[in-house]
């Protein structure tokens, strides 16, 4: 293992609380774990999540998506959410100070009130 900070070689000092691998630079002094774990805690291969996140990015649905990798559609599902929380902290970190003056939305649409059919009398809210 080589060193975050000065590039040299690392040698094993124990394990953390959580059970991995800790390191300890003889150089720099510094101590750290051997942690690689870019989806959390799910255990599956970083080449089907790759899959599974261009897959929904082409808009394919998260059953496609099960039948398509092998995956559960929990673990689909899982995939989708770590990679919007880590967009969102790429978001965060990357873009700041940013004024906005205009905002544009497109493709909302929203179905407020009820059918002529489903109402009962004058009571009801009517669109008009």
Known sequence: MVCHRCQTEAFK????????QRYHCK??????ADIRRP???MRIEPEK???VIRLLCEGTGVRACERLTGLNRRTV???LEVAGRKCEQLMADKVRGVQVK?????????????LQ??????EDY???
């Open 13 to 20: 000092f124990g394990i953390n609380a959580q059970g991995f």
């Open 27 to 32: 150089i720099c002094g510094k101590t750290f």
């Open 39 to 41: 989806l959390g805690s």
């Open 49 to 51: 999540a790759h899959q």
């Open 77 to 79: 599902l899982g995939v």
């Open 102 to 114: 205009e905002v544009e939305i497109d493709e909302i649409y929203g179905f407020v009130g009820c």
């Open 117 to 122: 059919q489903n109402t009962t009398g004058p």
């Open 126 to 128: 009517r669109r008009g």
